[in-house]
């Protein structure tokens, strides 16, 4: 068993990642709107101290974490360190005296305090110097709001301000005109501008490997061949593959001795990994972190489904936020890649079982719940293991990630 949580990115001003927003789900069945959010927290907290632990979801960042009055009351954030949580108060929570006191006793205790979904009333000026993070709902706050927000908060420098449902790159510069600190949506996965760019002889040595490796009949001397025209390519594949996720008894020491000890599948994975890491290299991080996770969550879903070809089902996945990579509609760089009709077709058409997997995958990076259950009951998926098959892909793509570093 596992955390039973999804989570959002939140990026600073660089789109590099501050932090993630755990969205909590409770175990199998029932989506969050039919819990009560004392209880949501409550379990929240249990399930990452006792059970499960925050590391997998987190790493080395903070994870914003909602409290209501009656949690707060119960002292809650202090069962999580301080290092580790924001502690985010309900937008449902009503200021009053007794959130004062609430506030500024975990302030003196270190924690980070921010407001969810703030709607501006002069009775939080009390609550200003307590307060590091305010979040606002972008898209439902004039811009008028927001500057009598900002005038409000002018003599409290440390408060920043988060920009929540942040989903174009144009509502993002606007958010970082008027002075946002963090942002909060998928914005950075969505392209930019629509535009070819041309891959670098880097990129066309990786997608020639990735089209020797996806025929049936793999011919092992002449990969060996293309791998010894690329030093930096060959070291990054005995790296990987002396790396701590194979558990090698003895080391890897020739092109050749790596290919056969990782295997087609292996080998078809980290040339995916490594083609989608060299392309996004001027993107942020997230982007790539948030591939990974996708692949390895659709070939967790392919393995519980049992029908669909599990390789499939993870290069979809890894190639799903192509067109955010390369600023260019996902018709365009489909029509570019030797990838297999299916792939093709649940991306540029969204049609077939790996477009449902895309789905529902989708589902849970929003925390959308309901839609998730009912996607997981209509593709006749076992529902107590597919939030297993999320946090597996969330702990491999932490792997991943150290071992594809330079």
């Not at 003599?155 to 989903?167: G, M, R, S, T």
């Not at 963090?182 to 002889?201: D, H, I």
């Not at 049936?216 to 010894?228: N, P």
């Not at 996770?293 to 070809?309: H, N, S």
Request: net charge negative; proline share 4%; with cysteine.
């Amino acid at each position: 068993m596992y955390f039973y949580a999804a989570r959002q990115p939140i990026l600073d001003r660089n789109k590099e990642l501050y932090a993630y927003e755990l969205l909590f789900r409770d175990g199998l069945e029932n989506a969050f709107p039919d819990i009560d959010g004392d209880e949501a927290t409550s379990r929240m907290i249990e399930g990452s101290q006792f059970s499960y632990g925050l590391d997998d979801f987190l790493g080395d960042k903070p994870g914003f974490i909602n409290f209501t009055l009656e949690t707060l009351q119960k002292n809650y954030p202090s069962m999580l360190p301080k290092e580790q949580v924001v502690v985010e108060i309900l937008e449902t929570v009503q200021p009053g005296k007794r959130l004062l006191a609430l506030c500024q006793q975990l302030k003196e205790q270190g924690y980070v305090l921010a407001l969810d979904d703030y709607i501006h009333q002069p009775v939080w000026r009390h609550f200003y110097p307590f307060i590091d993070i305010i979040k606002i709902d972008f898209r439902s706050t004039s811009t008028d709001t927001i500057q009598q927000v900002k005038t409000a908060i002018a003599e409290f420098p440390q408060i920043k301000l988060l920009a929540e449902k942040v989903e174009t790159n144009e509502e993002f510069q606007l958010a970082l005109d008027m002075g946002f600190s963090y942002f909060q949506g998928y914005f950075f996965s969505k392209p930019e501008m629509m535009q070819s760019k041309a891959l670098s002889p880097a990129q066309m040595t990786l997608a020639e490997l990735l089209y020797e490796t996806s025929k049936s009949d793999m011919d092992l001397g002449k990969i060996t061949e293309v791998f010894q025209r690329d030093v930096h390519l060959s070291y990054k594949l005995l790296r990987y593959s002396n790396s701590a996720i194979f558990k090698r008894r003895a080391e890897i020491e020739t092109i050749k001795q790596a290919l056969v000890v990782l295997g087609q599948a292996e080998l078809k994975k980290f040339l995916s990994l490594l083609f989608t890491a060299q392309i996004s290299s001027d993107k942020p991080a997230e982007l790539m972190r948030m591939s990974m996770t996708r692949a390895r969550f659709a070939e967790g879903l392919a393995q519980l489904q049992g029908k669909v070809d599990t390789a499939k089902a993870f290069l979809t996945g890894l190639m799903s936020l192509m067109d955010a990579i390369l600023d260019e509609p996902i018709e365009s760089v489909m029509s570019k890649l030797p990838l297999a009709k299916e792939i093709k077709e649940a991306l540029v058409e969204k049609q077939g079982i790996l477009a449902d997997f895309m789905q529902l995958i989708q589902y849970y990076e929003t925390g959308n719940w309901s839609q998730a259950n009912a996607a997981i009951a209509s593709m006749q998926l076992p529902a107590a293991q597919v939030p297993d098959a999320y946090h597996t892909a969330i702990q491999w793509t932490n792997e991943q990630m150290k071992a594809l570093g330079d």
